[in-house]
């Protein structure tokens, strides 16, 4: 139950840097943070304490290995989702780049040109 | 039918990349390739219209273990209108880019936001949902981002941050979905909903993905990126945005979502109802005040998505056929309006209502196209967007909610009002010194404005045959969930 409780702080807090913080690229932190959060959460809900690897060999005990083994799905799940976050990381982080070299700053909110 | 549902994914996945790379020998191949793969897109998903429900397996597995495409009632729905608007938005492009630079990655972006939408309107599987919602959310930051201007690139973050946050939370509630019922295939995940009965962790996983996919909705109060977002794009862009990418990933995943997997309940009709109710409302009341053009028409944008999700969250059968009609013509008359503003703006070179005045003079085929589509969207007879609200309205009374009947009614004024000073503004009056040499756009751009102005028109005369084909087979699909478990998990 702790571990759970963990990871909604770690998704907490990464929404509050998100929110709280100026900096375009502390808010990147933040989206990010929150996405780990996630992934972890996603890996905790296949998770089997004192579970084996999902790789049945030669010889393995079908329905042992049933009973031990952690579920594989949200492993794969995570895989994915990290390549996604990975994919928006690289999109956000050129993004402040561009915004630094037009506003020539980071300060969220010096960047409003857009109102109403 | 079902062999041809993974070309909706592959053949503008495969033009985007081979796109990407032939253009460094030739750099015309980008806009080729997006004009054959629509085209041929555009005429796949009206030869599915005829076709009765169907669902392919990818690689063979059998559901709910592999991943599996479903195309029903709703998917065909969707499909239609995403590749007919997309061939138009590409025809037009062919010439509004030539103000842009970097062509080539205009296109594969394009394509990759096509492949992304039309996996959404296809897949059967929640994660893979999730995977192809990201591929189109990318690519349309990108898009919004392409003019690399300040107001571009200010907009395109936000709507990064907001759609960022978005997806993170359809991925955790779907991570709880999965930890409840450990499938995740949606008719898999239906079954188990219904025999087990919904427990406190499926109703927490459920208000992430109404959150979330309400924010890619821009439904009110999570709608603060689209006024930015949608008037920075290139002009077809802000078509595609508004006439279909957020209707993809916003009402089409969230109807898909409550009525297949979830099952709809009155509690969730309201919830629904209330939040079309207050982005009609709000939507409207910003909209008036504004003086750039493609700003006024996002806000507009989400005053009508407030129509549709009204229709569908009344959950009754005339309520839901006037959402779908109203999902429709709003992708035709909110495209066409999006496409003409960008028309204007390539012959004025400004967005501004203020600085322009007697369009009507120079412009004919454009003003002809926008003034058709401030008709279609105010709800003049007989333009489409009249027969839409008033069987939203009708719905709204036959289900005695007459609360919103008398909102929607009122907002169909208000239209009215903010589109009739745009039309004064804009198209008739003097014309300014400074516009005296504007010239009619090319015939390719005014090509997909006639087209879309004729479709504006015809789709009301259509409407008696669409309500017995297209509407009925999505309304019915949206209604029977039993059908679509049985078609998943039987077939």
Known sequence: MIVYLLTFILFVMGLYCLVAKKNVVKKVIGIVIMDYAVNLLLILVGYRRGGVAPILLKGMDRAKFTTQSVDPLPQALVLTSIVIGLGVLALMVALCIRLYEKYKTFDMSEIRRLRG | ?491
């Open chain 2, 1 to 491: 039918m079902h062999s041809l549902l993974p070309l909706f994914i592959a053949i503008p996945l495969g033009a985007a990349f081979l796109g990407l790379i032939i253009a460094k020998l030739w750099r015309g191949v980008g806009g080729l390739f997006a004009f054959l793969s629509t085209l041929s897109l555009m005429v796949f998903s009206f030869l599915l219209l005829g076709s009765s429900p169907s669902i392919y397996k990818m690689g063979g597995w059998i559901p709910p273990v592999g991943i599996n495409l479903v195309s029903d009632g709703l998917s065909t729905l969707m499909l239609v209108v995403i590749n007919t608007v997309a061939f138009l938005a590409i025809v037009f492009s062919i010439k509004y880019m030539e103000l842009y630079t970097a062509k080539p990655k205009y296109y594969a972006l394009f394509m990759l936001m096509m492949a992304g939408m039309n996996g959404v309107a296809l897949t059967g599987d929640m994660f893979n949902l999730f995977v192809f919602l990201e591929i189109a959310s990318i690519a349309s930051y990108a898009l919004v981002a392409f003019g690399c201007e300040h107001e571009e690139l200010e907009a395109s973050f936000k709507y990064l941050i907001l759609g960022g946050v978005a997806s993170t939370l359809v991925l955790l509630g779907i991570a709880i979905l999965y930890s409840t019922t450990g499938t995740l295939n949606m008719a898999d995940i239906a079954q188990s909903l219904s025999t087990h009965g919904a427990n406190k962790a499926s109703l927490f996983a459920l208000a992430l993905l109404v959150m979330g996919f309400g924010v890619k909705g821009a439904l009110v109060p999570f709608h603060a990126w689209l006024p930015d977002a949608h008037p920075s794009a290139p002009a077809p862009i802000s078509a595609m945005l508004s006439g279909v990418l957020i209707k993809v990933l916003g009402i089409y995943a969230l109807t898909r979502v409550i009525f297949h997997v979830f099952g709809f309940t009155p509690t969730l009709g309201a919830i629904l109802m209330g939040l079309g109710g207050l982005s009609m409302v709000v939507g409207a009341l910003l909209a008036i005040g504004q003086d750039d053009l493609k700003r006024l028409l996002a806000y507009s944008t989400i005053s009508q998505v407030g129509y549709i999700i009204l229709g569908l969250g009344l959950g009754t059968p005339l309520g839901i056929i006037g959402g779908l009609f109203h999902l429709l013509n709003h992708a035709t008359f909110k495209s066409l309006l999006f496409m003409s503003s960008g028309a204007i703006e390539y012959s004025t070179g400004t967005r501004r209502l203020s600085q322009m005045g007697g369009l009507n003079k120079r412009l004919p085929v454009t003003t002809a196209g926008s003034t058709v589509g401030f008709l279609s969207v105010s709800g003049i007879p007989p333009f489409n967007g009249f027969f839409s609200k008033l069987i939203i309205i009708v719905a709204c009374v036959a289900a005695h909610q007459y609360i919103y009947a008398g909102i929607a009614a009122f907002v169909g004024l208000f239209t009215l009002l903010y589109f009739l000073r745009v039309q004064r503004n804009l198209l008739f009056g003097d014309l300014p010194e400074s516009l005296q040499g504007i010239k009619e756009v090319p015939f390719l751009m005014c090509f997909s404005l006639v087209v879309l102005a004729v479709l504006c028109l015809g789709l009301s005369f259509l409407y008696p045959l669409m309500s017995k084909t297209l509407l009925a087979s999505a309304r019915d699909a949206l209604l029977n969930t039993s059908a679509y478990i049985k078609l998943v998990l039987g077939g």
